[in-house]
């Protein structure tokens, strides 16, 4: 009787191994499709309406907006996207991040320190 119960222990313990992970999805959904719409001049409503609302709006910067995707697949590492738009007068004026749109009109130049003066 004792082996019995040894034996179903090390089959349930063993099997946790083999539990199943789903894919997480978190934050926005960036497509390269979606991103290739944005134009230079757009509002923040036109914008919005492509991509939804932004993961991060800051109170403190209103003209900027960051979505940021991750993915977690199983077996896999974390792929994180970030996509940061930059607005002026509530007009579409730069993108940065890791997608750019379809011919890249509009981009900023990388560094991510928008407030300097040279």
């Known amino acids: 009787m004792v082996r ?3 034996l179903a222990a090390v089959l349930l313990l063993g ?8 894919d997480i999805q978190q934050g ?3 497509d390269q499709r979606l991103v290739d719409e944005l134009r230079p001049g757009m509002t923040k409503r036109q914008v919005s309406l492509i991509l939804g609302t932004p993961a991060i709006n800051s109170p403190f910067r209103q ?3 960051d979505y940021i995707s991750t993915f977690d697949r199983r ?4 792929t994180r996207t970030v996509l940061t738009l930059s607005f002026e007068e509530d007009r579409l004026v730069r993108i940065e991040g890791d ?3 379809a011919g890249a009109e509009i981009s900023g130049d990388g560094d991510g320190d928008d407030d300097a003066e040279a």
Not at 75 to 78: D, L
């Open 28 to 30: 926005n959904v960036l």
């Open 99 to 101: 997608m750019k749109p």
């Open 15 to 22: 099997g946790c191994n083999f539990i199943y992970k789903i």
């Open 75 to 78: 077996g896999e590492r974390i």
């Open 63 to 65: 003209d900027r907006w």
């Open 4 to 6: 019995y119960v040894l």
